[in-house]
């Protein structure tokens, strides 16, 4: 009877130490997973007279009206494509989950407008991924610069010769939305490991 409360206790003792044991192992593993994560990260915030090539619709560039130094882009019905980017995948998120995140300032005249913060990755001329959020609902604070953020998670399955395009579409043009200060970052998604991946 002593041998039986005696393992009885060892087994009451044991299991909560190799339960925090493989606590801590698990976060160690986790830890490890996200060191060394592969992220790009591209800006603009539309001062400069030239631009890289990956940078497009930067024909809506327009000055401040309060302060001619500084310029956004302006969208409307004739011109309903604000400033983004397009490029290709990096070659080293290729084949991987990654997420696309999302960064800028947003000025809305109307609490109406149809405005769409829209990522789309092509191959060739055809849409393989489309997704377009609306950032009047989301951000509606109306005649004030809001600074906005969204992501977007990516699978691994996108083709590799795949280009990724992001811009804010003022879909139905009945007032202006304007753009500025955008920033996009590619970081890639690690799986725990004991997913499939």
Not at 78 to 93: R, V
Not at 164 to 193: A, H, R
Request: charge should be negative.
């Amino acid at each position: 009877m002593n041998e039986y409360t005696n393992c009885e206790y060892r087994f009451s003792v044991r299991f909560p130490f190799a339960v925090f044991v493989f606590l801590i192992l698990f976060l160690i593993q986790s830890l490890a997973q996200d060191m060394g994560e592969i992220s790009h990260h591209y800006s603009c915030n539309l001062q400069d007279s030239t631009y890289e090539s990956e940078w497009i619709n930067i024909g809506t560039r327009v000055p401040d009206t309060i302060d001619s130094t500084n310029y956004f882009s302006k969208t409307d019905r004739t011109s309903p494509y604000s400033f983004g980017i397009e490029k290709e995948i990096p070659a080293d998120l290729q084949r991987k989950n990654f997420r696309i995140s999302i960064q800028g300032k947003i000025w809305i005249t109307n609490a109406t407008s149809n405005n769409q913060l829209v990522v789309s990755i092509l191959r060739g001329d055809s849409a393989i991924f489309w997704e377009g959020k609306n950032m009047t609902d989301k951000f509606g604070k109306l005649n004030q610069w809001e600074t906005f953020s969204d992501s977007v998670l990516v699978p691994r399955n996108i083709p590799k010769d795949s280009k990724v395009k992001i811009f804010l579409w003022n879909q139905d043009g009945k007032s202006e939305t304007d753009v500025d200060d955008l920033g996009i970052n590619f970081t890639e998604v690690k799986l725990p490991s004991y997913l499939l991946r």
